[in-house]
């Protein structure tokens, strides 16, 4: 899977700090998505 994708996202751990699950993952690459590409909507 590694040798076949064009990117790689890489999320960094404290040593020691391995039990970050995926729901933490996605949604910090997601927060950081939205935060990139300025789609958090807007205050009313």
Known sequence: MHDAADA???IP????????NVVNA???ALGE???QTDGFPRPS
């Open 8 to 10: 790689r996202l890489i």
């Open 33 to 35: 998505a939205l935060r």
């Open 26 to 28: 996605a949604a910090m």
């Open 13 to 20: 751990l404290a040593p020691g700090a391995r039990s970050l």
